[in-house]
């Protein structure tokens, strides 16, 4: 059974820093293109951040700059560096992973930035 599993989020203050993790199990990792995601409450699920099989990378306007989405295909990991937080960034995040129609969810991490 394939897994998508995060790992990372918390409460922290405007301003401050947050690493997630998604680590995938019974997957060929390096073939599929990974994403974060998140919902926030009353709100749709968006696409924060994107990165292909290649490397390839895309932002969310909201986040770019702020933002850092990097793979590890050794490890099946792929990571969300989250710097400058903002109270707007209070969220549930996803992981997700696509491989041609294949899409698969991880069960979320909860990041809360508040004063």
């Known amino acids: 059974q394939v897994q998508l599993v995060e790992s990372g989020g918390g409460l922290v203050q405007p301003g401050g820093s947050l690493r997630l993790s998604c680590v995938a199990s019974?997957?060929?990792?390096?073939?599929?293109?990974m994403g974060w995601y998140r919902q926030a409450p009353g709100k749709q699920r968006e696409l924060v951040a994107a990165?292909?099989?290649?490397?390839?990378?895309n932002y969310a306007d909201s986040v770019k700059g702020r933002f850092t989405i990097s793979r590890d295909n050794a490890k099946k990991t792929v990571y969300l560096q989250m710097n400058s937080l903002k109270p707007e960034d209070t969220a549930v995040y996803y992981c997700?992973?696509?491989?041609?129609?294949?899409?698969?969810w991880g069960q979320g991490t909860q990041v809360t930035v508040a004063s």
């Open positions: 997700n992973a696509k491989f041609t129609a294949v899409v698969y």
């Open positions: 019974r997957i060929t990792f390096s073939a599929y293109a």
């Open positions: 990165i292909t099989s290649g490397g390839s990378t």
